[in-house]
């Protein structure tokens, strides 16, 4: 059943430092997780290739160590980055409402994403996180090689230089185990994981490169690709009615179209070739009996819609293998993906929360059920020396500019206004009159714009040297301890302060 989707805000990242944003309220939040597990336990008529849902959520949620059915997983994800605080928050959230409920929360770290964010801003300078020259080519992150040990050090003391104590025990922490952790991925996640865990947060963190490998994934992907065309109508769909509603014309916002051409469809997925390090959009053709992808003359597989689902995993798990490829859910599949068969409340940022309304549509056209909800979190710190400076406000300057431009005292301009609204349309009056207006404006307001554009070009000055002090997207381990402290507080009371569930 296609559902309408739910209104959602037009969220915005908060302006203040130390300000935070959740959506939906502590309160509700809570209880919609409660609804989420609900729903989501007894959605045995939801069928994934003739396997009920409830049935491959159980047994992914203990393989990934969540045995208790009973208590609720909150989940957030994101790709393996140097996260800044406003990404940061959705870790300290999930586990905020996960000791709130007697739940577990789990970060979901990306690794078959492009690499993006993998530069510190130390000494005034951007430094990659790892010397890997491949740095900027690499199709996903998971092929990235781990830092060598003098580059490791070198970050280490320019850290070490410009205090950042907690970046210093992540870079010391990578230290250690550069020789068990050959790939970045997993020496990056572990290390951030482990200085969370010394700010006393609680969550699991687990890279999502082994999900795909599972059971219960391979029979979506089963379950979408032998229903190609259906899959890729209900997606094209649900971005039509998307960009409609937020008034775009743009046929790649916030991604393209799934590729449909008589008998071919482009999947949702990327194709990943490991032994090339390269990936592609995957594009399968219609037979007789299913749907095809091809990688070769000698290698095809059939996605069959009447087939065995565990049978189907099965054999795309060893034709996988043996061709050594993968296929890894780009962004809408894998949001879908954790939120219908790992989570009970999936907490996004604002940009993911926009999208998933996406998700929220094709959730109900093609699988036939109501979407869980989600939440939306995020938050803002910036650096501690920008608390006593007054940030300037260029856009309340170029306004004034306006003001000073387009102004006449003591009611002239009105006057003028109602003079060339009362002479006849395109005649040489209305002309006269506009030329007059307009140049009495310019003498009158000469001194005073020229005084304007000095204190413009003074503020741009500023503006360009406040612009690091007011960066929001600056790596969270940079910050001062005791304000990322400060900022675990301040949501643990929002969500202690608002009841039980």
Known sequence: MSQPPRP???????????????????????????????????????????????????????????????????????????????VWAKNILIDAAARKMGGVAYHFAVDSDQPKHLHLRLGGALRPITDDPELARVPWTGLLRSPSPPHLEDLL??????????????????????????????????????????????????????????????????HVLARADAFAEAYNAALLRYRRAEGSASPGRP?????????????????????????????????????VLTLDADRRFLFVAGRDAWSAADALRRFLSLSEVRLAPRALMLTLFLRLFVADQFVHGIGGGRYDQVTDTVIGSFLGMVPPAFAVTTAT????????????????????GRRIRHGLPNGRK????????????????????????????????RDALVAWERRLSAARLEAERQRRLFDRELFFAIQPRHRLLELIDKYRQALDNCGRP
Request: proline share 6%; aromatic share 6%.
């Open 8 to 86: 959602h805000t037009d969220w915005k990242a908060p302006a203040g430092d130390g300000q935070m944003l959740i959506w939906p309220q502590p309160a509700e939040l809570l209880r919609q997780t409660t609804d989420n597990h609900r729903m989501l336990s007894s959605a045995d008529g939801v069928l994934i290739q003739g396997v009920p849902l409830t049935l491959l959520r159980g047994e992914l949620r203990r393989g990934i160590g969540h045995a208790e059915a009973d208590r609720p997983l909150l989940a957030t994800g994101h790709q393996v980055e140097l996260h800044h605080p406003g």
């Open 157 to 222: 003391s320019a850290a070490a230089g410009a205090g950042h104590e907690l970046l210093c025990g992540v870079l010391r922490d990578m230290q250690s185990r550069l020789g068990e952790q050959p790939r970045l991925a997993t020496l990056l996640t572990q290390a951030i994981h482990g200085r969370e865990q010394e700010l006393g947060l609680g969550h699991r963190c687990m890279l999502t490169g082994s999900l795909w490998e599972t059971t219960p994934f391979l029979v979506l992907l089963h």
């Open 255 to 291: 991604w393209p179209d799934l590729r449909r051409d008589g008998d071919t469809c482009e999947a949702p997925f990327w194709l990943d070739w490991h032994r090339q390090r390269r990936r592609q959009r995957p594009v399968l053709q219609r037979s007789a009996d299913g749907w």
């Open 381 to 400: 710190l910036y650096l501690p020396e920008a608390a006593q400076v007054q940030r300037v406000d260029l856009s309340a300057l170029l306004r004034e």
């Open 414 to 445: 009105a006057d003028f206004v109602r003079r060339i609204d009362s002479a006849p349309r395109r005649s040489a009056l209305r002309d006269r009159l506009f030329h007059e207006m307009h140049q009495a404006m310019a003498e009158q307001n």
